[in-house]
């Protein structure tokens, strides 16, 4: 099952901040974040894991509550080159490479 | 290192063809997932390779197939195209497939069914 993203989309000015909310109704494992511009394939942003350990993007920061099934991406100080729709995916667990993405969050920041 | 590659890059097909794309991973990865990209469905899994063998599959009818070669080069094929596999379809390579290794995507190939 894929996971829920929040919200769909958002519009920034420069310097602002987001946050984008991912949830799964089943246990999460791990919690994948990509960002994608437009016309471009999907990079690599953060993984988070089941435990607390934490893999990625020094600029941006994540969240991961186990007992909530959710995960959260914060954008600090939001810059020109964050625009783009971001997704996260989540694996069925341990060993699998199953991924499953959100609809994506589609981020806007404007000048 | 170069990064995951994908040929052809664009594709046009007519309803009923059948077609076949190719995903080079990084030098070193060992599985290849693959994925369909569309506006309305955003980012669907359809399956994943490790060491010649497919581990995990998506929701995807059995006219979606694929393989992987010794050398970790991947392909897809869709047979009897519908107007409806119009798409971007991307490959993502990763190291081990844990779950718990990034995924480096390819350009993607954008497959146009006419």
């Known amino acids: 099952q894929q996971p829920v993203q929040s919200p769909q989309a958002v519009i920034l000015r420069e310097g602002e901040d987001a946050v984008i909310n991912c949830s799964s109704s089943?246990?999460?494992?791990?919690v994948h974040w990509y960002r994608q511009k437009h016309g471009e394939a999907p990079v690599f942003l953060m993984i988070?894991?089941?435990?607390?350990e934490q893999k990625g993007h020094e600029k941006i920061s994540a969240s991961f509550n186990e007992k909530k099934q959710q995960s959260s991406l914060y954008l600090t100080a939001s810059q020109l080159s964050y625009s783009g729709t971001y997704f996260c995916?989540?694996?069925?667990?341990?060993?699998?490479?199953?991924?499953?993405f959100g609809a994506g969050t589609r981020l806007t920041v404007k000048p | 290192k170069a990064g995951v590659t994908q040929t052809p890059r664009y594709l046009i097909k007519t309803r009923g063809q059948q077609v076949t794309l190719s995903c080079s991973p990084i030098?070193?990865?060992?599985?290849v997932s693959w994925y369909q990209q569309t506006p309305g469905q955003g980012l669907q899994f359809l399956f994943e390779?490790?060491?010649?063998?497919?581990?995990n599959k998506g929701n995807f009818p059995g006219r979606f197939s694929g393989r992987q070669f010794s050398n970790s080069r991947s392909e897809m094929n869709v047979s009897t195209l519908e107007l409806g596999d119009s798409a971007l379809y991307l490959c993502?390579?990763?190291?081990?497939?844990?779950?718990?290794?990034?995924?480096?995507f390819g350009p993607g190939t954008r497959l146009t069914v006419l």
């Open positions: 993502a390579s990763s190291l081990e497939g844990t779950g718990h290794n990034e995924q480096f």
């Open positions: 089943k246990a999460l494992y791990s």
């Open positions: 988070l894991l089941k435990g607390g």
């Open positions: 995916g989540t694996s069925r667990g341990q060993g699998y490479n199953d991924m499953r």
């Open positions: 030098s070193g990865h060992r599985s």
């Open positions: 390779y490790f060491s010649e063998t497919q581990r």
